[in-house]
């Protein structure tokens, strides 16, 4: 038993040289740094999805969907063709002659408005100087 501390044994570790504070060592390893941590876990992310998708993009049941889906676009373009020549044989509009009549119509609107800004242009100023 040590008298001078009335035979209580510590817990705590004996007091350092440095006047009883333990100074950390320091560490071999860098620092963490949030931004590399991250630009880590984003390239380990992006590879996973890579495989993911290149597995996926890879099966015949994606190629069949590929190829389905051109049928239907090419559908949907023959439709749409014949349904010009069908309104034109009825001699009605279709959609880009009624959006260029529509433009067009844009057009005019703008010009009248110029137009009208000018004349009162005008008219101020014939005013101002008679």
């Given at each position: 038993m040590d008298g001078a501390r009335g035979g209580v044994e510590s817990s705590y570790p004996a007091a350092s040289p440095s006047g009883?504070?333990?100074v950390a060592e320091p560490s071999s390893q860098p620092p963490l740094d949030p931004l590399t941590l991250w630009r880590e876990w984003a390239a380990q992310a992006e590879e996973q999805w890579n495989r993911y998708f290149n597995q996926i993009m890879g099966s015949e049941t994606f190629a069949a969907m590929g190829r389905s889906l051109e049928a239907m676009f090419a559908l949907q373009q023959r439709l749409a063709q014949?349904?010009?020549?069908v309104l034109k044989a009825w001699n009605l509009p279709t959609r880009s002659d009624i959006a260029a009549?529509?433009?067009r119509l844009a057009h005019i609107e703008q010009r009248l408005d110029e137009i009208a800004a000018r004349l009162a242009g005008e008219e101020s100023a014939a005013r101002t100087a008679g």
């Open positions: 009883g504070r333990r014949q349904f010009e020549a009549l529509g433009e």
